[in-house]
Nanobody
Framework: QLQLVESGGGLVQPGGSLRLSCAAS????????IGWFRQAPGKAREGVSC????????YYADSVKGRFAISRDNGKNTVYLQMDNLKPEDTGVYYC????????????????WGQGTQVTVSS
């Protein structure tokens, strides 16, 4: 069973950077597409980015294109989300989740979730 643990969140000033990690255990990450989602207070959880397992294709929400970069290191069984030029509206709890090989930014298509890591962008 795929188990995921996020890390790397924290408090950062606007314009700053963070790198989130999503470490998998239980099974190899090679066969899973991994998505990153976030949830701001009082708002629904939204898809941020996804990386497929087949060819490493990446997908981004329009709000983060050009600022965030997702990558995977199958040797370390870990997926990363590099977040640059952070804005206050990026604040929220960030979750990673796994599904079959193809990507999606739709929350309901993912069945394995981590516990989340808090990202706060504030001066």
């Amino acid at each position: 069973q795929l188990q995921l643990v996020e890390s790397g969140g924290g408090l950062v000033q606007p314009g700053g950077s963070l790198r989130l990690s999503c470490a998998a255990s239980g099974v190899t990450l090679d066969y899973y597409a991994i998505g990153w989602f976030r949830q701001a207070p009082g708002k629904a959880r939204e898809g941020v980015s996804c990386v497929s397992s087949t060819d490493g294709s990446t997908y981004y929400a329009d709000s983060v294109k050009g600022r965030f970069a997702i990558s995977r290191d199958n040797g370390k069984n870990t997926v990363y989300l590099q977040m640059d030029n952070l804005k206050p509206e990026d604040t929220g709890v960030y979750y990673c989740a796994g599904r079959g090989s193809t990507c999606s930014l739709t929350r309901g298509l993912f069945g394995s979730w981590g516990q989340g890591t808090q990202v706060t962008v504030s001066s």
